[in-house]
């Protein structure tokens, strides 16, 4: 009976040494980011990785003060913890070895707080024309958090003849058109779907459209409604820079008011920041 007993609390024993073990391995399907190594003796416990999504970074204002700022781009999140026996560092120790690790790479630390139980720091890399935002967070040495988005705007590929197909059935579509942050300009990457515009224009002479500027909840919404119309007499104007007739074009901004999706969520207001072309 003893030695029997014997043999069951060894196996025993080997179950939860090998469920400890799974329970210390990296999350399945999840990865590293490419600019950014793992503390030592860390498994990532969480993961998520988005093609487009959005993350508020605390940053510094105009008055050395502090704020919160919306950056868009494709988003990892990632969660690490330490495995069992691993010597645990300070929660100033991860965030320095990432603020370092990535002022090597031309980062700049916008913002570190000093709470050795929550650490955070804002990190913006800008290299090559592109911007990568980082966030560090880490509390007592044991979990640390990156929060990574690799800017860009939302990116949509539609043709000519995509726009006729939704107005014919519709009667309006909406276009994920990027502007330059709270201002009316339209971004560089964006001029691919008002070249499609005018192709439709030009391939359909008898078509006449409104163009309409809607917005997130996130602001005034007096100034929303002034930013939506200001968006879309932009998109308005620069159509009728390729020789298409204004008087076959009207604009007008609804700001926050005509929402497609929920403003709880980043996905909802990326969503609802949009213009739409409505078939006259």
């Known amino acids: 009976m003893k030695t029997a007993r014997m043999i069951i609390m060894s196996i025993f024993a080997l179950f939860l040494m090998s469920s400890s073990a799974a329970a210390e391995q990296d999350m399945e399907g999840s990865k590293d980011h490419p600019i950014l190594s793992r503390m030592p003796g860390y498994y990532i416990q969480d993961y998520s990785a988005s093609d487009f999504d959005s993350h508020e970074f605390t940053v510094p204002d105009a008055k050395e003060t502090w704020k919160q700022i919306s950056v868009e781009g494709k988003k990892t999140y990632l969660s690490y913890y330490p495995k069992e026996g691993t010597k645990q560092p300070s929660s100033l120790q991860i965030v320095r070895n990432f603020t370092n690790a990535l002022g090597k790479i031309g980062g700049k630390t916008l913002y570190e707080n000093t709470d050795p139980g929550n650490r955070i720091a804002t990190v913006k890399v800008a290299k090559d024309g592109k911007e990568v935002w980082?966030?560090?967070?880490?509390?007592?040495?044991?979990?640390?958090?990156?929060?990574?988005?690799?800017?860009?705007?939302?990116?949509?590929?539609?043709?000519?003849?995509?726009?006729?197909?939704?107005?014919?059935?519709?009667?309006?579509?909406?276009?994920?058109?990027?502007?330059?942050?709270?201002?009316?300009?339209?971004?560089?990457?964006?001029?691919?779907?008002?070249?499609?515009?005018?192709?439709?224009?030009?391939?359909?002479?008898?078509?006449?459209?409104?163009?309409?500027?809607?917005?997130?909840?996130?602001?005034?919404?007096?100034?929303?409604?002034?930013?939506?119309?200001?968006?879309?007499?932009?998109?308005?104007?620069?159509?009728?820079?390729?020789?298409?007739?204004?008087?076959?074009?009207?604009?007008?901004?609804?700001?926050?008011?005509?929402?497609?999706?929920?403003?709880?969520?980043e996905d909802g207001k990326a969503k609802n920041r949009r213009v739409e072309l409505v078939k006259k």
Request: aromatic share 4%; net charge negative; glycine share 8%.
């Open 134 to 265: 980082v966030e560090v967070t880490a509390g007592n040495g044991d979990l640390y958090t990156l929060t990574i988005i690799e800017k860009t705007g939302m990116k949509q590929e539609i043709s000519a003849n995509d726009l006729l197909d939704a107005l014919n059935k519709d009667g309006h579509v909406a276009l994920y058109i990027n502007f330059d942050t709270g201002k009316s300009t339209i971004k560089p990457d964006s001029h691919k779907i008002i070249n499609q515009i005018v192709e439709l224009m030009k391939s359909s002479p008898a078509l006449k459209l409104g163009i309409e500027g809607h917005t997130d909840n996130i602001g005034n919404p007096k100034s929303n409604k002034t930013l939506s119309e200001d968006r879309a007499k932009a998109v308005l104007s620069a159509i009728v820079k390729q020789e298409i007739d204004a008087n076959r074009l009207s604009s007008a901004g609804f700001g926050q008011d005509k929402p497609v999706a929920d403003n709880k969520t």
